[in-house]
Every structure is written in structure tokens, then in C-alpha cells.
Nanobody, 126 residues
Framework: QVRLVQSGGGVVQAGASLRLSCSASGPIDINHDWLTGWFRQTPGNDRTFVGAIKWSTGGDVYAESMKGRFTASRDNAQNTVYLQMNDLKPEDTAVYYC?????????????????WGPGTQVVVSS
């Protein structure tokens, strides 16, 4: 069974950068085109879409508020997807989740993803 392992969260000051990692382990079906999305969640709120990247092409999309600050990338040899977050703001404080599924599907729909990582906490202080 495929699992997602996350790392890279932490506590930083506003303006700093962090890189989150999401590594897939287990029997990955390479006959399908995998896609990994990033979501974030604050207490009492639903998970919201941050961005997504397609493993095969590296094609990526982002929520409007993240464009220009957040960049997803992937290392297919390591089955790892990264989320580089620059110029972090206090409002970026959240638990960040990665999730993967076999394309095509609606990347904004949480229920469409097959596998979820455990989440990693990001705290941005002002």
C-alpha cells in the first residue's frame, strides 16, 4: 500500500522560506499518471487547495494567493514532491497536507485524492 511521508514544516519568521517534502513509498503503479496536490488547514476550517503538480510533465497550478510565492517540484526518481514556500506570511500558518491520486481528476476536490500524508505544521510569526 502506498503511503505519503511528509517533512519540512517548522516555525519561521515572516519573509522566510520553507520547503516541504512529500515522499511516496510502497508499490506505486507507474502505469498511471500520478498527481500530487497540496492543501492547508487552520483550526476550525476546511482544508483549502494550495497547489498541485503532475508527476509526468511537472505541470503545476496554484491557488491565486500562492502564485509567485509557492512553487511545487518533483523528483520522480525519489518519488518525492516538494513545495517551496517563499516570503511566508503569518496567514500562511497552517497544517500542510500533501495528497496524491491518479490523473485525471478535479485537483481542487479533496475527495478525489486517493492517498493523504499526515500533515506538517507551518508556523509563521510576525
Amino acid at each position: 500500500q502506498v503511503r505519503l511521508v511528509q517533512s519540512g514544516g517548522g516555525v519561521v519568521q515572516a519573509g522566510a522560506s520553507l520547503r516541504l517534502s512529500c515522499s511516496a513509498s510502497g508499490p506505486i503503479d507507474i502505469n498511471h499518471d500520478w498527481l500530487t496536490g497540496w492543501f492547508r488547514q487552520t483550526p476550525g476550517n476546511d482544508r483549502t487547495f494550495v497547489g498541485a503538480i503532475k508527476w509526468s510533465t511537472g505541470g503545476d497550478v496554484y491557488a491565486e494567493s500562492m502564485k509567485g510565492r509557492f512553487t511545487a517540484s518533483r523528483d520522480n526518481a525519489q518519488n518525492t514532491v516538494y513545495l517551496q514556500m517563499n516570503d511566508l506570511k503569518p496567514e500562511d500558518t497552517a497544517v500542510y497536507y500533501c495528497a496524491s491520486g491518479r490523473a485525471p481528476f478535479d485537483i481542487h476536490q479533496i475527495a478525489e485524492y486517493e492517498i493523504w500524508g499526515p500533515g506538517t505544521q507551518v508556523v509563521v510569526s510576525s
